[in-house]
């Protein structure tokens, strides 16, 4: 056996099977199904081996083959000390040179040898945010929104109401596709449809009826509607006015504190607003480091784990799109949609790895429990969260690659230069 050096990450070896052991190792094969195999006129185990041989040996010897194959590549790659990546491409030898072998090569990549690079001269901003009692306000009038009720009302419609109504509309006379329904509920100013449709409601009240034309916006997502105006007949049913729950002790409750104490529920939404906090500082901090990483650490990669994340990403997003009732379109399977993104993904996979494995950074049961803990947090049972968990390897396992990464986070900011950015809360959260 030989090694190859094709590309810097593909390999080559040549591979030879003994033909006197591969027959040895069909026949002994034959007599293992001849044991159990079942032939009209002949007992069990008592079918001729020739028979056998006739009915079976086609597929036995592609069987015992494979193995072969497979037991001497396995072989070969144990003695170079090879890290193979992927698959590798097995094919027979053009010339067998009618020796005692059957010689084939195998064609392989193997892991690339990551030297990480230095990251001491990068910058990574720290976003630092404070949890008040303004923050912990407008978190309360949001729930209270949230939980909004409406009440018939006997006067005309304004904005932030709800009204139910019946519509109609015509694109030159004729019916269009959605343009039509009857007791729809919708709220005024809420944005749920064009705001040029809602305006239309404000000051007509219940039992009125009127048309007006609209003209769609140029980048309509109905192609057909899209610039083109249309005539629509209204109808109001109902108008109902928003009514927003009493902060009181029934809405602290109804948010899960037990004795209704106001006091403790701004506590509890406090901590939850600083949880939230974390995890976002978190998620900003960590991909900075992953890309200070891949910016500092050049790395080969193999051909066959680009293609292995294309393929994953492709079924993730077919999966996905299915759960949600949305055909994949043609051009979605394309592997150039998601090349860059699996390519980041593999480079990523194998700077992290060598980072952990130079700097000793293993998840610890004690890191593990601690995250697993943390999770259950957000949930009203905790106690069963954790239990979950810990019946589930996946789920523990994903557990255990978010401690590795925050670890790997925890080593760059060690390395890198960190600047405090003072951020305000919604800024942080994504709401400006």
């Known amino acids: 056996m030989q090694s190859e050096n094709v590309n810097p990450l593909e390999r080559t070896l040549d591979l030879a099977v003994s033909l006197a052991q591969f027959e040895a190792d069909v026949e002994n094969r034959l007599k293992q199904v001849a044991r159990t195999v079942k032939m009209q006129g002949f007992r069990p185990g008592k079918v001729p081996m020739k028979i056998v041989a006739q009915q079976h040996g086609g597929q036995v010897r592609q069987e015992v083959l494979g193995e072969s194959v497979q037991k001497s590549f396995s072989d070969a790659v144990q003695q170079n000390q090879f890290r193979v990546a992927g698959y590798p491409r097995i094919?027979?030898?053009?010339?067998?040179?009618?020796?005692?072998?059957?010689?084939?090569?195998?064609?392989?990549?193997?892991?690339?040898?990551?030297?990480?690079?230095?990251?001491?001269?990068?910058?990574?901003?720290?976003?630092?945010?404070?949890?008040?009692?303004?923050?912990?306000?407008?978190?309360?009038?949001?729930?209270?929104?949230?939980?909004?009720?409406?009440?018939?009302?006997?006067?005309?419609?304004?904005?932030?109401?709800?009204?139910?109504?019946?519509?109609?509309?015509?694109?030159?006379g004729v019916e269009f596709a959605g343009g039509q329904a009857?007791?729809?509920?919708?709220?005024?100013?809420?944005?749920?449809?064009?705001?040029?449709?809602?305006?239309?409601?404000?000051?007509?009240?219940?039992?009125?009826?009127?048309?007006?034309?609209?003209?769609?916006?140029?980048?309509?997502?109905?192609?057909?509607?899209?610039?083109?105006?249309?005539?629509?007949?209204v109808s109001v049913n109902a108008v109902?006015?928003?009514?927003?729950?009493?902060?009181?002790?029934?809405?602290?409750?109804?948010?899960?504190?037990?004795?209704?104490?106001?006091?403790?529920?701004?506590?509890?939404?406090?901590?939850?607003?600083?949880?939230?906090?974390?995890?976002?500082?978190?998620?900003?901090?960590?991909?900075?480091?992953?890309?200070?990483?891949?910016?500092?650490?050049?790395v080969d990669l193999p051909t066959a784990l680009v293609e292995m994340e294309i393929e994953r990403l492709t079924e993730q997003m077919r999966q996905s799109m299915m759960s949600h009732g949305v055909q994949m379109l043609e051009?979605?399977?394309?592997?150039?949609?998601?090349?860059?993104q699996a390519k980041r993904r593999v480079a990523l996979g194998l700077i992290l790895a060598e980072v952990v494995k130079s700097n000793q950074l293993n998840a610890t049961?004690?890191?593990?429990?601690?995250?697993?803990?943390?999770?259950?947090?957000?949930?009203?049972?905790?106690?069963?969260?954790?239990?979950?968990?810990?019946?589930n390897p996946q789920q523990m396992a994903e557990i255990e690659s978010l401690v590795l990464e925050g670890n790997v986070v925890e080593w760059a900011l060690t390395r890198a230069q960190i600047v405090d950015k003072p951020t305000v809360f919604d800024e942080l959260m994504g709401k400006k």
Do not use: W
Not at 119 to 131: D, K
Not at 187 to 209: C, N
Not at 240 to 257: H, I, M, Q, W, Y
């Open 182 to 233: 009857k007791g729809f509920n919708l709220v005024i100013g809420e944005g749920r449809t064009l705001a040029d449709f809602e305006s239309q409601f404000v000051g007509m009240k219940s039992g009125e009826s009127k048309s007006f034309d609209m003209t769609f916006p140029e980048d309509y997502h109905a192609k057909e509607l899209a610039g083109k105006t249309v005539t629509f007949e």
């Open 240 to 298: 109902e006015e928003s009514k927003l729950p009493e902060l009181d002790a029934e809405f602290a409750r109804n948010l899960g504190v037990a004795d209704g104490d106001l006091a403790k529920m701004r506590e509890e939404i406090r901590a939850s607003l600083e949880r939230e906090v974390k995890k976002r500082v978190q998620e900003k901090l960590k991909t900075q480091v992953m890309d200070c990483l891949i910016e500092a650490t050049k």
């Open 331 to 340: 051009g979605m399977a394309s592997p150039e949609l998601h090349r860059d």
């Open 91 to 172: 094919e027979p030898k053009a010339d067998q040179g009618g020796g005692e072998s059957m010689m084939f090569t195998a064609t392989f990549e193997v892991y690339p040898e990551v030297v990480l690079g230095d990251i001491s001269a990068t910058q990574i901003e720290r976003p630092v945010a404070t949890i008040g009692d303004d923050e912990v306000d407008k978190t309360i009038e949001i729930l209270r929104k949230q939980r909004v009720s409406y009440q018939p009302v006997d006067r005309a419609a304004a904005n932030a109401d709800r009204v139910n109504v019946d519509y109609r509309g015509t694109l030159d």
């Open 365 to 391: 049961p004690e890191q593990i429990q601690a995250q697993v803990e943390e999770v259950a947090q957000s949930y009203e049972d905790a106690e069963s969260v954790i239990k979950y968990f810990y019946s």
